[in-house]
């Protein structure tokens, strides 16, 4: 059974940082691509980083590029995302999702999704 799990999250003023975790189970991390995206109410998922397998090859959304950086520790399963400066307009549920392959900035690529921390910020 898959199980990707999310922790992290919480409120934090303008400016600040939170570091979000994605414990997963169930596949072989060490062969899939991580993604992290995130859902606004009212909007749809948006991509936001993503890490390939093997190369470590990051991709990022233009929004957040420079100031968020994702990463993976293979041994522990588990991907970060390192968020810093944050902007209320990262106001999100961050999801973690999985796949079999490279990396892509297409939600629907992903076959497995972790149900999400809350991140907010006030301005």
């Known amino acids: 059974q898959v199980q990707l799990v999310e922790s992290g999250g919480g409120l934090v003023q303008a400016g600040g940082s939170l570091r979000l975790s994605c414990a997963a189970s169930?596949?072989?991390?060490?062969?899939?691509?991580m993604g992290w995206f995130r859902q606004a109410p009212g909007k749809e998922r948006e991509f936001v980083a993503a890490?390939?397998?093997?190369?470590?090859?990051?991709f990022y959304a233009d929004s957040v590029k420079g100031r968020f950086t994702i990463s993976r520790d293979d041994a522990k399963n588990t991907v970060y995302l390192q968020m810093n400066n944050l902007k209320p307009e990262d106001t999100a549920v961050y999801l973690c999702a999985s796949r079999w392959g490279g990396a892509s900035t297409t939600n629907v690529d992903y076959a497995y999704w972790g149900q999400g921390t809350q991140v907010t910020v006030s301005s």
């Open positions: 890490i390939r397998w093997s190369s470590g090859t990051t």
């Open positions: 169930g596949i072989t991390f060490s062969r899939s691509t």
